[in-house]
């Protein structure tokens, strides 16, 4: 028996993508990378453009064929778009050769659904609202050297554009000792170099529960194991980066010194809009209080162009601030309107034709900072 897994998002999505794995992988299931002779097939979806939905839907519309050929086939498509009721209805009753349908908050249920579906040979629909964090499920890695560990879940801060609040959830960190439990336990199969910890907002890892510490704190114990591998993070949000962090970056050689320190504009005046909850005044203070202790550091970033009320005044402030940082990377995005955020009604909503101006504007300015650089 065979599965084939079809990822989209973020690296969250990639991970969860190792657990939907894990968990086949202990029910006798086999990889294989042709989706004709999988029996399972699963689409972990995501959510936060509407460019990546759009694709989803096409190709999940593009399994009808393979069911043909193969009724016995279990179609199963889960992830961010699922999360969200009126979307996986949507592919309940458009779909109709999809076979089970669960948000990411049911991940642990799949083992259930599928033999379910195998008994019953009946569709499902599974829908729970609640963010809960499930230990222990079984996970099979396919990132190389690099092992993803999660540390916290969802995301408690509204940015107007965004999704993932309404997807995810809120936040909640994973207990410090299954985190170093389950890194003790990556670090002696020695077959990994890397360990990226991951949460929508590492900064604020213990918020929710004051005995687990801070990220600052989480880091230090980590880099305090035994064992050789190098530390990495994301993603960091520039409201909440503490003082305590840079210097446990600085102190330990563990750590890799890269951040991406997503900005997304460089006008006080869109962040304002898009409740980013900081000043370009603080973010570049926070650059060059990274920069003063580490001064190698790699720093990327996200860009988000087009915001409703962005006007060329606002996104000559980005392009001015992308050339003072010079960033080792920059992820340019076209603002994409999601259903149920603030932002869909906000007034000033940007043309199609200047967002594609601004993101290229962008790249090409990328290019010239990084060639400068090479020299
Ligand atoms: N939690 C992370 C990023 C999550 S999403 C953070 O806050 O930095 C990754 C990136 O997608 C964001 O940084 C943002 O630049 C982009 N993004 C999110 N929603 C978007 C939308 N509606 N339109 C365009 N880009 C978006
Ligand atoms: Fe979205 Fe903002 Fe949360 Fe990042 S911090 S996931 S951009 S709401
Ligand atoms: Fe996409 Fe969900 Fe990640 S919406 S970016 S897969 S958290």
Redesign the pocket.
């Known amino acids: 028996m065979q599965y084939h897994i079809v990822t989209y998002g973020?690296q969250m999505n990639v991970h969860e993508s190792e657990k939907i794995a894990g968990i086949l992988h202990n029910m006798g299931y086999t990889y294989t990378d042709q989706r004709e002779s999988a029996d399972i097939i699963v689409f972990n979806t995501c959510a936060?453009?509407e460019g990546a939905e759009d694709r989803a839907f096409g190709n999940i519309g593009a399994l009808k064929q393979l069911k043909k050929q193969n009724p016995n086939k279990i179609i199963v498509v889960c992830g961010c778009m699922t999360q969200q009721k009126q979307v996986s209805e949507k592919i309940f009753k458009t779909f109709p050769f999809v076979d089970i349908i669960l948000g990411t908050n049911n991940l642990h249920l799949l083992e259930k659904l599928i033999k379910q579906k195998i008994t019953y040979k009946k569709r499902i629909l599974e829908h729970l609202e609640s963010t809960n964090v499930v230990e222990g499920l079984p996970c099979f890695r396919t990132s190389g050297k690099n092992a993803w560990v999660n540390i916290m879940y969802g995301?408690n801060n509204f940015?107007t554009?965004?999704?993932?609040p309404y997807v995810r959830g809120r936040e909640v960190s994973r207990k410090k000792q299954d985190i170093l439990n389950e890194i003790k336990d990556i670090v002696s199969t020695n077959q990994y170099e890397t360990i990226t910890l991951l949460g929508?907002?590492v900064n604020s890892y213990g918020n929710d529960d004051n005995t687990q510490g801070t990220f600052a704190n989480l880091l230090q114990d980590i880099c305090n194991l035994e064992g050789n591998f190098k530390l990495t993070f994301m993603?960091s949000?520039p409201k909440d980066l503490s003082d305590d962090l840079i210097s446990v970056m600085k102190e330990n050689d563990k750590i890799i010194k890269e951040i991406h320190l997503?900005v997304?504009s460089g006008s006080n005046k869109i962040l304002k809009l898009m409740n980013r909850k900081y000043t370009v005044e603080h973010y570049e203070n926070l650059i060059k209080k990274l920069r003063t202790s580490m001064p190698n550091i790699r720093i990327t970033t996200?860009?988000?162009v087009g915001f409703p009320g962005e006007d060329e005044i606002d996104f000559n402030q980005t392009c001015e601030l992308v050339k003072k940082i010079k960033y080792d990377g920059i992820f340019a995005?076209?603002?994409?309107k999601?259903s149920g955020t603030v932002a869909e009604k906000m007034d000033g909503q940007v043309d199609e034709e200047t967002k594609n101006k601004r993101v290229n504007f962008l790249l090409n300015l990328e290019r010239e900072i990084k060639e400068q650089k090479g020299k």
């Open positions: 973020c936060i453009r995301c940015c554009y965004c999704i993932v929508q907002n993603t949000h997503p997304q996200d860009i988000i995005f076209m603002y994409s999601r």
